[in-house]
């Protein structure tokens, strides 16, 4: 019973210990503004590629943290695309939508398995594993990278969506 009991007090102490060092955090959920996804003309069937860049200050995000930010983890939440009000647009199939920055390799972070019609807003499947999210973060500067799959021969003109992005970023105290 005594060896029990010092096992016991060992897990114990170990739980403990655990709780004490434990990091605390704090989730926050960000929306970029409405970003630019441009894919500029003349565009041709098959795939497109629209780019939109996000510079930030993690001050600017966090005004409320006195200290130094320290980003734990971060994931996206949503993704929506609007395509703009009485802009002609081609007729467009699914969009693949990653994201990139300085320090972080492309990474897919939703898909809208959809054809894309105009004056409507659209809301993307987010993928389930995201890498490196809480690095794009800290790089203060994403682009996201938009390809879609254009179902017309040949479109002259820029097609521009309004991309709009939610994150949780969790930041430790």
């Not at 102490?13 to 926050?28: A, D, G, N, R």
């Not at 972080?104 to 019609?117: A, E, P, S």
Request: aromatic share 10%; with cysteine.
């Amino acid at each position: 019973m005594y060896h029990n009991l010092k096992i016991s007090g060992s897990c114990l102490l170990l739980i403990c210990f655990m709780f004490s060092c434990s990091v605390e955090t704090e989730k926050h959920e960000i929306t970029t503004p409405v970003l630019d996804l441009k894919a500029i003309g003349p565009l041709f069937e098959g795939s497109n590629t629209a780019t939109a860049t996000w510079e930030f200050s993690l001050e600017d995000l966090f005004p409320k943290l006195e200290e130094t930010i320290k980003i734990e983890k971060a994931q996206v939440k949503s993704i929506q695309i609007k395509t703009r009000e009485g802009m002609d647009f081609p007729k467009i199939g699914k969009m693949v939508i990653e994201m990139t920055s300085k320090y972080t390799d492309m990474t897919k972070i939703g898909l809208l398995d959809d054809n894309i019609q105009p004056n409507k807003k659209y809301t993307f499947q987010v993928a389930e594993e995201q890498e490196d999210l809480q690095t794009a973060i800290s790089d203060e500067r994403i682009t996201f990278i938009g390809d879609f799959d254009m179902l017309e021969n040949d479109y002259y003109e820029d097609v521009i969506f309004d991309l709009i992005v939610t994150l949780e970023i969790e930041t430790r105290n």
